[in-house]
Every structure is written in C-alpha cells, then in structure tokens.
C-alpha cells in the first residue's frame, strides 16, 4: 500500500450523480477508507493511473461513456478489484458486467453499510489484505504460486486475467476433488448469486483454451455434468 493512503484502502468511486458519490465518500471515511471521486469516464482512467487505488467503484451509466469500456480499459492495464455500480439489476447486466472482469455488482439504490461490506470481502478475496503467503501448487507440468501471482505451464508463463488466475488456484487447491458450480462462483467471484452461473462456464473456457486443454479429453479440466468441474489429481 502506498503511503499515505486511510488504513482501509484507496478507493477510486466513479459515479456522476453528487448526491449518491458524496454521503458514500462520507461513509466511506468514517470506515477508514481514503475515497476519491471523479463523475466522468475520462476522469476515472486518469485518476485509476494518477491514485493507485486499492478498489474502483464503477457506475455504469456516465456522461461520458459507458462504465462498461471503462471497466475494459482498467481490465487491460491492471488487476485493481471492481465492483459495478448500476440502477439496473437484471441478471443478464450481472453476466455481462462479470465477464469483463469486475468482481462485484451492486444495485442502486444500495445501502453505504452493506456495500462497505461487500468492498472488504472484495479486498479480501483480491489478496490485498491477506498476509499469510500460500505454498506453491503443482499438478503434472503446471505450477501455480498464489503470493507470486504466476501460472507456469511446463516452464512458460501463462497470461491469465485475474478472475481466470483465481478459478485456476481455486481448482487446483481441490484438485482430483470435485468442486461445485456454486461454491466456484461464491469462492471466485465473492458475489450472492442466485440463478444463472454462465460466467463460470466462459471464464472456464478461457481457461481451458490457455493451458491447451480439450473438454473432450481433458488433461486439467473436467466437467462433472450436473455438478461442477474436477482438476487432475497431482502426481503421487
């Protein structure tokens, strides 16, 4: 954490509606968290470069452009958690906004309490606060090293986002066990999801297609119809 940051964290809130950001920066201080606020697009990925921030608090609907291609834009440069901010709920807009990576999605109107909350789990899930390193995973040629953040597969590197990152540790911490659809998505994502759980099945073709996997004869990943998924059993 950079110095000068609240104890909490830096959290980067972008939504343009005053009399929302402003009593959820309030609040948000008074949790020990250092909030800082733009309204626009634009603003949001200058100051995500300008802040550091620990967390982005994302409103879909801006005046500038769509919370959407700027949850790409910050995708692409970095792994910092997002979490969306929207007044539509529908499980679809859930699906969309988790496939671009954020790690959460709340509805307006919220309550400040419970989304502080859901922020703190957000954190927590993302490692930023966690101080006991984890060992090393390996199954066959693949080697996964939690505190690092790297995935190697016999030696190379594999470039993964960091939603696919956490799916990987969480199966291959279970591996030869198989691991439900549900607590995957609740594990991964850290969200209460009811209904559909589609994101897991494109995030674990991803997956999937980046360690050369075929579904058909899988080598790492295998899909446990009804259930959920099982990783290879490590050697030995």
């Not at 539509?88 to 419970?114: C, H, N, Q, W």
């Not at 199966?171 to 589609?198: C, I, P, Y």
Request: with cysteine; aromatic share 6%; charged share 30%.
């Amino acid at each position: 954490m950079n110095s000068g940051k609240a104890p909490g964290g830096r959290i980067l809130v972008v939504e343009d509606e005053a009399s929302i950001s402003e009593p959820f920066a309030e609040a948000l201080r008074r949790a020990g968290f250092d909030p800082v606020l733009t309204g626009t697009a634009a603003g949001a990925l200058e100051l995500a470069e300008q802040t550091d921030p620990d967390l982005v608090m994302l409103d879909l609907a801006l005046p500038d452009g769509d919370g959407r291609d700027v949850c790409r834009e910050l995708r692409r440069r970095s792994d910092v958690p997002i979490v969306m901010l929207t007044a539509r709920g529908t499980e679809m807009d859930k699906i969309v906004g988790l496939e671009l990576g954020a790690d959460d999605y709340v509805v307006k109107p919220f309550s400040a309490a419970e989304v502080i909350s859901r922020i703190r789990a957000v954190l927590r899930r993302s490692g930023r606060r966690d101080g006991q390193p984890e060992e090393p995973l390996r199954v066959g040629e693949l080697e996964l090293d939690p505190g690092a953040r790297i995935a190697r597969l016999r030696d190379s590197e594999l470039d993964l986002s960091r939603k696919e990152f956490d799916l990987l540790a969480e199966l291959m911490r279970h591996a030869g066990q198989v691991v439900s659809r549900e607590d995957l998505m609740s594990r991964v994502w850290d969200v209460n999801w009811f209904g559909s759980t589609k994101t897991l099945d494109v995030h674990i073709g991803w997956l999937r297609r980046k360690l050369g996997d075929d579904p058909s004869h899988p080598a790492f990943i295998e899909t446990v119809r009804g259930v959920g998924f099982r990783f290879a059993a490590p050697d030995g």
